[in-house]
Nanobody
Framework: QVKLVESGGGLVQPGGSLRVSCAASVRISSFHVMGWYRQAPGKERELVATITPDGFADYIDSMKDRFTISKENAKNTIYLQMDSLKPEDTAVYLC?????????????WGQGTQVTVSS
């Protein structure tokens, strides 16, 4: 069974930094793309960033200057480094993956990790 488990959320002051992680139960090469979404209270889920197995990263324009997505193949983990955090970045951050090969056509979600930006 494929699982995605996020960690690293928490409370951070405005202007601070935080890194969230998503550990997959399978090799991340099992996915043709992985990404981070976020959902704030009362708002729709929105895409933050994606990364492919060969490391190509893509971002929503409004976040590309402050957020960095990366991966660590040996740990089957992707990360989202968030800098210069703002209160409006407060949300549940969710890991997403789209399978390839034997997992083709399947989409997976983690349970999410809460990030709260507040003084």
């Amino acid at each position: 069974q494929v699982k995605l488990v996020e960690s690293g959320g928490g409370l951070v002051q405005p202007g601070g930094s935080l890194r969230v992680s998503c550990a997959a139960s399978v090799r991340i090469s099992s996915f043709h793309v992985m990404g981070w979404y976020r959902q704030a209270p009362g708002k729709e889920r929105e895409l933050v960033a994606t990364i492919t197995p060969d490391g190509f990263a893509d971002y929503i324009d409004s976040m590309k200057d402050r957020f960095t997505i990366s991966k660590e193949n040996a740990k089957n983990t992707i990360y989202l480094q968030m800098d210069s955090l703002k209160p409006e970045d407060t949300a549940v951050y969710l890991c997403n993956a789209h399978g390839t090969g034997q997992l083709r056509g399947r989409e997976y979600w983690g349970q999410g990790t809460q990030v709260t930006v507040s003084s």
